[in-house]
């Protein structure tokens, strides 16, 4: 078996296989360097250091916020996020009987801005309300400097102010797409200021009246601030108005939070309101009135049509009238209702009270002989007619047929023994039929007329008020008194709301009219039969109100003026009052005319032709059947 091996002796090189020995004196040429890495410590202390720095200043900041100025930041975020607003609630709507919208309501927006977002702070500009007005003001219609004195108002804690009330959906559309525009140039451009961040909208309604001028009187208008200002929608302003709701939302650089949440109590609608307005005959009143008035040019006129069996308003027309829709065009002197605001001296219409009154007291019958001078010696006055007259032998319908102030003076001054007893039995019965009272439509403005008590009538008003002068009513009145004839002496309240619709589409009737017996039946007929011969009669003074087919019941007026300028007499009261058909009432007509300048101012010449006009018309829409019978013919004038 071999043994270990041996060295070799003698050579001093390597063997094959083995690693060369490394030379003394350096590494070789050629050879690559060796780098030696420093100690890294130093580096992650300073490092270390000024992570602790950057830290420790946000814990301050942290702590400033969350501790020392909390409150003021936590205010400063509440103010620019979160905005509350009112929400209108929808007006209702007003209609005629048969559901025609004669006053409704059209979406639109209040313009709203906060002022506090306009401060320098915020926009970090100067002249942001300036910026803003400039934008504004063209859109708006509104003047600039107005819009810059609300965005920068005295107090600077004022949150809300109104730059423009009821713009259309268009005006708030393009507000609103410059108002974007501006926010995302903002995003991406620095000095872009959004300088319309602070300018809202809050949705409301604006009132449209679609039959413009039609009814306006009646209807009223709303102000801009959305409230009742006139009319029904005065009266009525908190039934139609609803309940206004409430919003609250994030918003942030003027645009809507979706995702922070929000709180909201809804509005409530106001009610619908149906009135006895019948649109059509509303419409017939209004256009004839108007042409008459304007023919006559007279200063104004007035038409009322009334259902008398139910004493529900069917019309109530003035001329002239105004466009609630445009106020800015309107003739203050012409706003209102002056059929029911208007008190005047009705003259020879009132007649008729007086012979309910020597009637109902059976001081007379219609053929009671009355002989009538051409003058009569009263107190201190000297009476006459309209025209003179010789001697004229009358009957007591002939006294109302003619029209006769002295015939009618004899007849009154038999309801006492006395003068003063007289005038005490005719001021009640005045009183009955509703004169001295408001109607009891509750009408903003209305008037209750004058109506003394008769110990305070002067020596001539104890013969001036039998036939109409020296008492003053409203047309409404008047036509009352017309209505209680036709209804067989029962005087029904006068109506002009029938009921109310609420948002739940319920329907409410109103509460029924009153109703008070002021004649018998049996004079309230024959009253209609000597209102007869006033239109039928050749005798009568009312002709020109005849209706082919149809009785009608009728009376003329033409009374001295009190000039509401002056308090004096200057030009007449034209009026005429009737009803048909005479035998089965079913309308009322009054027509008055205030100081007719051009052609007749007689009631029976200039108001008789509205009456037929308005009369036909309602029997028409209404559909009530011709006359059957022959009217009574009571004899007018007496052989002596």
């Not at 300088?195 to 209807?219: C, D, H, M, Q, W």
């Not at 017309?482 to 067989?488: D, L, W």
Request: hydrophobic letters at 35%.
């Amino acid at each position: 078996m071999p043994g270990p091996a041996r060295p070799v002796r003698g050579r001093t090189g390597p063997g094959p296989g083995a690693r060369p020995a490394r030379r003394p004196g350096g590494p070789r040429p050629g050879a690559p360097k060796t780098i030696r890495l420093g100690s890294p410590r130093p580096r992650l202390r300073l490092v270390g250091v000024g992570l602790t720095l950057v830290m420790l200043a946000f814990v301050v900041r942290l702590v400033q916020v969350q501790a020392v100025d909390a409150s003021t930041y936590a205010g400063k975020a509440e103010r620019n996020r979160y905005v509350g607003q009112v929400l209108a609630a929808e007006r209702g709507e007003i209609t005629d009987r048969n559901g025609v919208a004669l006053a409704t309501s059209e979406d639109a927006y209040d313009i709203t801005a906060d002022p506090t977002m306009f401060a320098p702070d915020e926009l970090k500009t100067d002249d942001g309300p300036e910026q803003a007005a400039a934008l504004l003001a063209p859109i708006l219609g509104a003047d600039q400097e107005d819009l810059v004195r609300k965005l920068r108002p005295d107090n600077p804690s004022l949150r809300y102010v109104k730059l423009a009330g009821r713009q259309t959906p268009q005006v708030w559309t393009q507000i609103k797409d410059l108002k974007a525009a501006l926010a995302t140039k903002a995003e991406t451009d620095r000095s872009t200021v959004n300088v319309l961040a602070g300018v809202f909208s809050v949705p409301t309604s604006k009132r449209v009246y679609p039959n413009n001028e039609l009814a306006a009187g009646i209807l009223g208008w709303v102000n801009a601030e959305g409230k009742g200002s006139g009319g029904v929608e005065l009266q009525l302003d908190e039934r139609l108005a609803g309940e206004e709701g409430k919003i609250r939302y994030a918003q942030s650089g003027g645009r809507l939070v979706p995702t922070a949440g929000s709180t909201e109590t809804p509005a409530v609608p106001g009610d619908d309101i149906e009135l006895t307005i019948d649109r059509d005959i509303q419409w017939a009143a209004q256009n004839a009135i108007s042409e008459q008035v304007s023919e006559s040019a007279a200063d104004r006129g007035y038409v009322i049509v009334q259902d008398t069996r139910t004493g529900e308003v069917l019309a109530m027309a003035n001329a002239p009238g105004f466009d609630p829709n445009d106020l800015s065009e309107a003739d203050p002197r012409t706003l209102g209702n002056a059929a029911v605001q208007d008190a005047f001296e009705p003259g020879s219409t009132a007649k008729v009270l007086s012979m309910a009154a020597v009637l109902e007291e059976n001081a007379a019958t219609p053929g009671t002989h009355v002989v009538v001078p051409n003058r009569l010696h009263r107190g201190d006055r000297l009476f006459k007619d309209d025209i003179d007259h010789p001697t004229w032998y009358l009957t007591l319908n002939g006294v109302l047929a003619k029209s006769s102030n002295i015939g009618t003076i004899l007849a009154t001054g038999q309801l006492g023994k006395t003068q003063s007893q007289a005038n005490k039995v005719l001021y009640d019965y005045l009183r009955r039929f509703g004169l001295g009272s408001r109607t009891g439509l509750d009408f903003p403005g209305e008037t209750k007329g004058i109506l003394a008590p008769p110990d305070q009538w002067s020596t001539s008003q104890q013969y001036t008020i039998p036939f109409g002068q020296g008492v003053s009513v409203n047309a409404m009145q008047a036509a009352s008194v017309y209505s209680t004839i036709a209804n067989g002496g029962v005087r029904v309240e006068p109506t002009l709301v029938r009921g109310s619709k609420g948002p739940d589409g319920h329907f409410t009737p109103a509460p029924k009219p009153e109703r008070t017996r002021v004649v018998s039946e049996k004079t309230a007929k024959t009253l209609a039969q000597m209102l007869e011969s006033v239109v039928d009669d050749e005798e009568g003074t009312g002709t020109k109100a005849r209706i082919p087919g149809y009785r009608v019941a009728g009376k003329t007026g033409t009374a001295n003026r009190v000039d509401p300028a002056t308090g004096k007499y200057h030009g007449y009261t034209s009026s005429f009052a009737g009803f048909a058909p005479a035998d089965k009432p079913r309308i009322t007509v009054y027509c008055v005319i205030q100081n007719a300048t051009r052609g007749s101012y007689f009631g029976g010449q200039i108001c008789g032709p509205v009456f037929k006009q308005v009369m036909e018309f309602s029997l028409k829409t209404l559909q009530v059947p011709p006359t059957g019978a022959a009217p009574a013919a009571l004899p007018v004038t007496f052989q002596p």
